[in-house]
């Protein structure tokens, strides 16, 4: 550890050499290196994801793992940012979406086009890492609240579990041209990936919510990942914001809570860091966000200082109530599922006008003002029906 800051200081000192922070790496099943923190891109349009990424692979942050995906609609900027950058000054993952409403057939020429539309935009012949974002949902299959959905004694298990070893054998056919340096999943769950348990390519890692508070091996998510020999990723690491209002929100407790804020004093660190860390520890990979380069330097510094063993013991048996999660399609760390929501729900319809809207080949200023449209709407049908009753008084 002394040696690396000496280099480290060293390379500053002259400015010759793009010197990273001591970042861990982890040793993928087929010996590829990812690191431990990646930088995450949702909800950046191109320009802002481009200026980030400027700011995150600069000397200065020396970030390296980058985390987006097609349905982020930033893969341009993401693209341009990294155009000119030697390929080992970065480590880049991407995602595509697990089909939804199609047959198997179709499911596989999506696939197929997403992939390689991906690498079109990011004007790369290949990527470090891609992942299926969630399981396919098939047409003619059935996918309720039942945590169980990909059960083997379900009905609904063989064509869930085709639709699943359909797509995954894209990706795989994908690695094997040498287009991804390894391929994964996210928010898949035990049964899910039983699917995959005789597939010549197993899943090298799934990416799940994951987060200090939801307690050490959630749903068996890292025993799961142990017994595949599979790495874990964890999101929304900072905790699920989907339900700030909660009473408890995970969110609050990380940043304000007693034992964060308690360890975090103790080690002169920030109670993020101490719950950035907690994951880290554990040998998994997260993604954090942030446009600001001073947060951007905490979420990196996580391995100079060590927890307590009592300090780690507190943070492993740390529990808070876990919030539904909306893109846990099979409750991979144990949430209900929105996307598995049927039709007739009143959370499928909104997920599926959420989709839809995403959906749309449109350039993201649209969005907002599709969502802006109804009052707009409303506000003239008042204001003419106002109008036309002045115009009736005044006749």
């Known amino acids: 550890m002394l040696c690396t800051k000496v280099l480290i200081s060293l390379c500053f000192y002259f400015g010759q050499l793009r010197c990273l922070p001591a970042v861990p790496t982890i040793t993928l ?10 930088t995450g891109t949702w909800l950046y349009n191109n320009s802002e994801v481009h200026d980030m990424l400027k700011t995150y692979l600069s000397r200065e942050i020396g970030g390296v793992g980058i985390d987006t995906s097609d349905n982020y609609r930033n893969l341009l900027g993401v693209g341009e940012a990294l155009a000119g950058l030697p390929r080992s000054e970065y480590f880049l993952q991407t995602k595509i ?29 290949h990527v470090d890492s891609i992942m299926l974002h969630y399981p396919p949902l098939l047409a003619g299959t059935t996918c309720s609240s039942n945590p169980l959905n990909c059960s083997v004694s379900s009905d609904t298990y063989t064509a869930t579990c085709a639709g699943i070893v359909a797509q995954w054998r894209v990706l795989v056919a994908f690695y094997q041209l040498g287009k991804a340096r390894s391929i994964g999943v996210s928010n898949y769950c035990k049964d899910c990936l039983t699917c995959l348990e005789h597939e ?28 595949y020999g599979m790495h874990i990723q964890a999101y929304s690491v900072t905790g699920n914001k989907w339900y700030d209002k909660m009473a408890q929100s995970p969110a609050r407790d990380i940043a304000n809570g007693t034992l964060t804020t308690t360890i975090a004093q103790a080690h002169g660190r920030t109670p993020v860091q101490v719950a950035l860390k907690w994951l880290v520890d554990l040998n998994i990979s997260i993604m954090v966000k942030s446009m600001n380069p001073q947060h951007m330097k905490e979420n990196l510094d996580l391995f100079s200082w060590t927890f307590s063993a009592r300090e780690m013991q507190q943070l492993n048996d740390h529990i808070m109530p876990i919030p539904p999660n909306p893109v846990d399609c099979c409750q991979a760390t ?60 005044t006749a």
């Open 29 to 38: 099943r087929n010996g590829v290196q990812m690191p431990l923190i990646f």
């Open 334 to 393: 144990g949430n209900h599922s929105l996307i598995c929501s049927t039709p007739s729900s009143r959370e499928g319809r909104m997920f599926a006008l959420s989709t839809m809207l995403l959906d749309i080949p449109q350039s993201p200023p649209l969005l907002p003002f599709l969502f802006m449209l109804p009052p707009l709407l409303c506000f003239l049908f008042f204001s003419l029906r106002k109008f036309g009753s002045k115009i009736h008084s």
């Open 97 to 125: 979406d697990g089909c939804r409403t199609l047959d198997a057939s179709q499911c596989t020429q999506k696939t197929r086009r997403d992939l390689q539309a991906s690498l079109d935009q990011l004007h790369l012949d």
């Open 200 to 227: 010549t390519v197993f899943p090298m890692f799934n990416q799940v919510e994951y987060y200090l508070g939801m307690g050490y091996d959630n749903h068996k998510v890292l025993s799961i990942g142990k017994k």
